[in-house]
């Protein structure tokens, strides 16, 4: 197999076990009561808190005192979330550059389908 081939296959294994674990710890929290959300400043004075799993936003409001009143015990930030569970060593196992190894994962993070289709046809 040739080094792109392999990069690009070691790229999706990454994001596919990224948002299985993701997706798990979500589950938990979840069981645990949590809503999970992301929010913040949005435009000017402007701020949200938008529910992760809808993409429906649940407060919308001016000023930082606002955001912080709305936040709920409940809520689980999803930028927590990433910070505490997603992995962000990019696998390298070949001898390209390090920064096309992590072009290639940051293109396959966008285009996960087309890259799959990609090394299929790489494969075949």
């Known amino acids: 197999m040739n080094q792109l081939a392999e990069q690009l296959g070691a790229a999706i294994a990454f994001v596919e076990k990224n948002e299985a674990t993701m ?3 979500m589950k938990e929290l979840e069981a645990q009561g949590y809503r ?3 929010g913040g400043h949005v435009i000017e004075d402007v701020y949200e808190i938008t529910d992760q799993r809808t993409d429906k936003v649940i407060w919308r409001g ?5 955001y912080e009143a709305a936040w709920k015990d409940n809520y689980y ?8 569970h997603l992995d962000v060593d990019y696998p390298n196992p070949t001898d390209i550059p390090h920064d096309i190894a992590e072009a290639i994962q940051e293109w396959v993070e966008m285009n996960m389908e087309e890259a799959k289709t990609w090394l299929a046809s790489m494969r075949s």
Do not use: H, N, P, T
Not at 62 to 66: A, L, Q, R, S, V
């Open 36 to 38: 999970i959300v992301s």
């Open 23 to 25: 997706e798990a710890r």
């Open 77 to 84: 930030s999803y930028d927590r979330l990433i910070e505490d």
């Open 62 to 66: 001016e000023g930082y005192e606002g």
